[in-house]
């Protein structure tokens, strides 16, 4: 969540010096000597003792698991879940009940339980996900209750009293299969801080709409991080039902597990790749310490924990570390320097049909009609300016051809196909790109990143991180390509805006006020770029501008918008000097 | 307070967001019972400038004074008890809240008898309203709105009025009907700063006009030698 | 929590139980009274939700820990426990006053992210209060013995406790409403709930406004947690339910909507009234929640834009 932001530093510049290749180099070999040492630890263990330390070995493992998978979901993808023991609580009974009728094996029953909480959440997510902020965390809070309570009544499940597995002889082999399984949700979450689909997720959580345009499948990611999310403490509670021979309701869906996971991640660094494990370590050895000394005290404890951590440090300890310069999160897909140009090299598009086409489209908010009856067409090779006062219905019409806003009636047509039905980010991957009137940049993310992301999403899917790197040396934007975008001043803000947009390697450009709030030579650059647009692939352009000299120039026709009705259309010259638009524009006269 | 010096005057005010200067350096004076107009296009300024006077977006530099006495870097609801009214953009009305409700609301600083007369008085000047005291203020018509927003204002009993384009979604009889009201305020002793993105309807309310653009202002002087002025046009529709 | 309902209906099913009409009288009657309980749960939670946008998760703590104070008070000194409702009042004011100042408003300075951050200690803040309770009041469901008689209207029985609760809660939250609607400070809360900004512009002090606002939500839940104890057995692990309820109530209600909140109070104490009678207790604890999914998925949209 917040702690991102201090995190994305990366090394400023465009290429490594030999101090930075030195500093990499050993902080490699840091890595290396803290991995073995970990090793060391963990095999350490079982060596010293198969009692005490053993069990607190494993439960401070189950809960490194747990923090884990809470932080694919609420951490990484920003959906915050009070509920994750649901699927905690599933896999214990799973387990058991496998174990129990079916007879497998504890280690088949608990990768089955797996499969179980997998399932699950691919029945639940696309649901569930559907909520946001609070009433996301709150469903499945009340979905763990639920679960409890069917639990508590179901008398092949035991009822309130449980189920009693046979006793484990060997708990190394408990431990041993916890030690594999938290790699496995390490691993998780190192593919979400490495690859372009913890990329995906992470936009989600800065910005789910701004990511949509980019082409993002907002609805899959964070399915897809919901069950992984799921199948780490599904797999997690078979273990340990399997490891305390006994499972009964209020142990496998109890909530207040879940607040010890929320506090161990938020201390350690929520959305980070160390925080679970740090957060989990520190709470779990301290907590054991505390609770030695004073039993009962341990939940307060943890809300306290919890109460200070967002008043002092909000980043927790990863946040912390970072101030040092240390644990940063790497730029994902980043290569070393950026490479050299390549122009894409882009197929025509065969046939007649105009690049867009809309049909009397209305828009109706409520009793406000935003759009009224408006038709318009743009061929190959043509820029529109669409001016208008205040609230004339420009930014609508933007929203409506990019799928932001569903029209009450009318047609849009891409291409000659009809694409009102067609969710946002399919518009995005097929080539429609849009800039946003205020930067909706993902601001924790590097410039970088926020490129690629849409290059990953866009025409040049396939090479996406040369497409990006072509985007950010043509905008000008190359210099700070490691810079996180919210430290961007907001002339370059709304250069990095610009530059997603092409990053989809679009045919239709959409663009909404980039020059307002610019510098006349910042202006003047992102009018050479929209110039050379043609030469880039791009079929059409379509511009809202209030700044109207600064794009009178470069439109083949404008339309003029007034109260949500088009009232002119034609060559800049003829329109502007129109009295009808002259009126509508400056104002009626007393 | 010092009733010879101008009811509102701004010195290199500079206010933003975030790393973001909206305004940049702005300086302008608001004479006792002058209507002067804030004119230029969307995004120029005129809204943070209005804000910025109204407190709800403290100064990163510059002086506002209000009849002599510096106002800048005060909490807004004390700007409005020391008689600045504030018409939002957007007019910012409580959507649930009746007509008869924002007019108590506005009218609470006042003594109950100026009260009474100011309700009164509002009631005079925009009659719809009257007729609608018991509806709640979302289910207006935009006309409606505007004018309850303005009244709402008025009854803080302000000196200066700060008004963020009152035209905007309205039809041009209803701003007529709004812009009417001017005079008599002025009669009243209420000073008007009008932020207006319409060229024409700013200029022919004022007695004089600033032009925005950017964050600075770039012209100034009489309503009347601005509207002959062509840089004014073109500043607006780059010709 | 699921003990006391077991109670309740026992109740109706053994005094009502001789005609339908009746029984169905008794159960609607039963549910009125709960509701109106509820809706004195749910209306604190609703002014600090709609003023301040938090939603706090401590909230069902505030009324267990006023709930267990209620029952230590009169196990101690064999009063009416009806005497610390000024108490409770005052002291959740002042507590949630303070609460709102050290907690809350630092962390709505955090912008886009404050609304989580809030979720979040108020989160750690109900766990340290229901440790607390824990603490000094163990972990026994607990009941003040108050009123045990029934007041009999020909075939249908009063609970003398649940008669005495749900009128003094619906007493309240009228009070509440009253004020809210009538006086200027209440219609200065809702101005400033509804749109700071023109609040502003009135001259109100919006941050007074909100302080105001977080000390009599805070004073009314615990003056329902002081109501709760007498009709229905409480232990600390009760505060995530009644927390829960609480949203539940105003996810059905409405968000701001003090009409829709009321109304949506009774429909519950009646929905669940009738469900405990023919479905036992385990379906009267879920029905909030499996409401709470019910309406937050296929509801209408209003319910959906709460988050």
Redesign the interface.
């Known amino acids: 969540m917040e702690e991102a932001t201090g995190e994305r530093r990366g090394e400023p510049g465009l290429t490594l010096g030999r101090e930075a290749a030195a500093e990499r180099r050993g902080r490699r070999r840091w890595q290396a000597g803290a991995a073995l040492g970990a090793l060391a630890v963990v095999a350490a263990v079982p060596l010293l003792s198969t009692g005490y330390l053993l069990q607190l070995a494993t439960d401070t493992l189950t809960a490194i698991i747990l923090a884990y998978g809470w932080n694919l979901i609420s951490g990484f993808t920003g959906y915050l879940s009070f509920g994750q023991v649901s699927f905690y609580g599933l896999g214990a009974y799973s387990t058991a009940l496998l174990v129990l009728h079916a007879h497998l094996p504890w280690y088949f029953a608990v990768l089955a339980s797996g499969v179980v909480g997998a399932a699950a959440a691919l029945l639940l997510g696309p649901f569930m996900l559907r909520l946001r902020g609070i009433l996301f965390a709150l469903g499945m809070l009340g979905l763990a209750r639920i679960l409890g309570v069917v639990f508590n009544s179901w008398g092949f499940a035991g009822a309130s009293l449980g189920l009693s597995l046979p006793a484990e002889l060997m708990p190394v082999r408990i431990y041993v299969a916890t030690c594999l399984l938290a790699l496995l949700a390490f691993a998780c979450n190192a593919f979400f801080v490495h690859s372009g689909f913890g990329l995906d997720a992470v936009s989600l959580n800065e910005d789910e709409e701004a990511a949509a345009a980019l082409g993002v499948p907002a609805t899959r990611v964070k399915v897809i991080a919901f069950v992984l999310s799921a199948i780490l403490p599904a797999m997690a509670g078979g273990l340990v039902a399997w490891n305390r021979s006994y499972m009964d309701p209020s142990s496998a869906f109890n909530s207040s597990l879940d607040l010890q996971i929320v506090v161990f991640v938020l201390f350690g660094g929520i959305g980070t790749l160390w925080g679970p494990f740090l957060g989990t370590l520190t709470l779990m050895l301290a907590g054991e310490q505390f609770g030695v000394a004073f039993p009962d005290l341990q939940l307060a404890l943890y809300g306290v924990v919890v109460i200070s951590t967002v008043l002092a440090f909000p980043g927790g300890l990863v946040g912390l570390a970072n101030r040092f310069g240390w644990l940063m999160r790497p730029i994902v897909l980043a290569p070393k320097t950026l490479p050299a140009v390549v122009p894409p090299a882009r197929p025509a598009r065969q046939g007649a049909a105009p690049v867009l086409e809309v049909r009397d489209l209305t828009v109706r908010f409520g009793g406000l009609t935003a759009l009224d009856g408006v038709s318009l067409s743009l061929r190959r090779g043509e820029m529109l300016g669409i001016i208008g006062a205040n609230g004339a219905g420009k930014t609508t019409l933007f929203n409506a051809i990019t799928g932001f806003v569903r029209p009450t009636s009318g047609e849009i047509l891409y291409f000659g196909e009809p694409i009102s039905r067609v969710p946002i980010f399919r518009r995005a991957q097929r080539g429609i790109a849009r800039s946003f009137q205020i930067p909706r940049l993902l601001p924790s993310l590097t410039v970088w990143e926020n490129v690629v992301l849409a290059s990953r999403h866009g025409r040049q899917s396939h090479r996406a991180a040369e497409h990006a790197a072509w985007v950010l040396q043509t905008i000008g934007l190359a210099p700070m390509w490691r810079d996180p975008a919210s430290r961007l001043t907001p002339g370059y803000q709304r250069q990095l805006e610009f530059a997603r947009v092409l990053a989809l390697d679009p045919e239709l450009v959409l663009l909404d006020e980039v020059m307002a709030g610019m510098t006349r030579e910042e202006q003047e650059a992102v009018r050479g770029v929209i110039r050379c647009l043609p030469e880039y692939g791009v079929a059409a352009v379509a511009c809202v501008e209030h700044v109207i000299a600064a794009v009178s120039d470069l439109c083949d026709r404008m339309v003029v918008l007034d109260f949500g009705r088009k009232i002119a259309e034609g060559a800049p010259a003829a329109v502007l000097t129109d009295p009808v638009v002259v009126r509508a524009y400056l104002g009626e006269p007393l | 307070m010092n009733k010879d010096a101008p009811a509102l005057v701004v010195e290199d005010a500079t206010a933003g967001i975030g ?4 305004l940049d350096g702005v300086s302008l004076e608001l004479g006792s019972r002058e209507v002067v107009a804030v004119l230029g ?3 120029a300024g005129k809204t943070t400038l209005l804000r910025t006077i ?3 977006l403290p100064p990163r530099r510059g002086s506002i004074r209000l009849f002599g006495e510096p106002i800048e870097g005060r ?4 700007i ?2 020391a008689g600045i ?4 953009s957007g ?7 009746s007509v008869a ?1 924002h007019l ?3 009218g ?2 006042s003594s109950p008898a100026r009260r009474v007369e100011l309700r009164q008085r509002m009631l005079e000047m925009f009659p719809a309203l009257g007729q609608r005291l018991g509806q709640r203020a979302g289910t207006l018509s935009g006309g409606e709105q505007q004018m309850l927003a303005i009244a ?2 008025l ?2 009993d302000p000196r200066v009025l700060l008004l963020d ?1 009152p ?3 309205l039809a ?1 009889k209803i ?2 009907s709004v ?1 009417q009201t001017f005079p008599l305020l002025r009669k009243q002793g209420v000073s008007i700063l009008l932020a ?7 200029l ?2 004022a007695d004089r006009a600033y032009v925005m653009d ?1 964050g600075r202002i770039v012209l100034s002087g009489n309503a009347a030698a601005l509207a002959e002025d062509h840089r004014v ?2 500043t ?4 | 929590m699921r003990r006391r309902r077991a109670r309740r209906a026992g109740t109706a099913r053994r005094e009502g139980a001789s005609e339908v009409g009746t029984l169905a009288l008794q159960l609607l009657v039963n549910g009125i009274l709960l509701g109106g309980l509820y809706v004195l749960v749910a209306q604190s939670l609703n002014l600090i939700f709609g003023v301040m946008g938090v939603v706090n998760l401590a909230h069902g703590s505030i009324i267990a820990l006023a709930g267990l104070f209620t029952y230590w008070f009169s196990m101690r000194t064999g009063l009416s426990p009806l005497l610390v409702l000024p108490l409770a009042l005052a002291g959740g004011a002042a507590a949630g006053a303070a609460g709102q100042r050290l907690l809350i408003e630092p962390v709505m300075q955090a912008g886009a992210k404050a609304g989580l951050l809030s979720l979040i200690v108020t989160f750690g803040l109900s766990y340290v209060l229901i440790e607390l309770a824990l603490q000094v009041f163990g972990s026994d469901f607990v009941s003040v013995p108050y009123l045990q008689s029934s007041w009999k209207l020909g075939a249908l029985a009063f609970g003398k406790a649940l008669v005495v609760a749900g009128a003094f809660a619906a007493v309240m939250s009228a009070l509440l409403y009253w004020w809210l609607n009538r006086t200027y400070s209440g219609k200065a809360l809702l101005a400033a709930s509804q749109s700071p900004t023109g609040a502003l512009s009135c001259g109100i002090d919006v941050a007074r406004v909100r302080l105001i606002a977080f000390g009599i939500g805070v004073g009314l839940a615990a003056a329902a947690g002081v109501l709760v104890i007498v009709i229905m057995p409480v232990a600390p692990q009760t505060a995530s339910d009644l927390t829960l309820l609480a949203f539940v109530i105003i996810a059905l209600g409405g968000l701001g909507d003090y009409l829709g909140v009321a109304a949506a109070a009774l429909l519950l104490g009646i929905a669940q009234s009738v469900a405990g009678y023919y479905l036992g207790g385990n379906a009267e604890y879920v029905l909030p929640y499996v409401l709470l999914l019910v309406v937050m998925l296929a509801g209408p949209g209003r319910f959906r834009r709460l988050g």
């Open positions: 790393p973001l200067t909206i296009a969307n995004g109204a407190g709800l909490p807004a609801h004390e409005t008890r009214g504030h018409v939002p007019r910012e009305l409580f959507p649930r809240l409700d108590e609301l506005g609470r600083l709402r204002a009854m803080t384009e035209s905007t979604g041009p701003v007529l812009f207006e993105q319409s060229l024409t309807l700013g022919s309310a950017q046009v073109d607006y529709l780059g010709r």
